[in-house]
């Protein structure tokens, strides 16, 4: 698996878990969830365009789109 792949599992995983969290908080309204799990599903369903950096440009649209769930549901950044 490696370092790159245990990264897109961990960014695939927080999504879900982010979803969950806003939904069950009240922090995400439907509309919201379905907009992000729509973009999600979009770029799932792209991942086949490029077959040579498909999975790759699939974790980094994860990835901002974890940015996106963290701002939307923490009003803000979140202080490490």
Do not use: E, H, Q
């Not at 879900?16 to 969830?33: A, C, E, K, N, Q």
């Not at 999975?55 to 803000?76: C, H, R």
Request: net charge positive; glycine share 12%.
């Amino acid at each position: 698996m490696g370092m790159v792949g245990f990264g897109a599992f961990i960014a695939r995983w927080i999504f879900w878990v982010l979803m969950i969290y806003g939904w069950r908080w009240g922090d995400l309204s439907r509309t919201s969830l379905a907009v992000f799990g729509a973009l999600w599903l979009m770029g799932f369903l792209a991942r086949s365009a490029s077959p040579l950096m498909g999975n790759s440009l699939f974790t980094a649209f994860v990835a901002m789109l974890d940015v996106a769930l963290v701002l939307k549901i923490f009003k803000g950044d979140v202080r490490i």
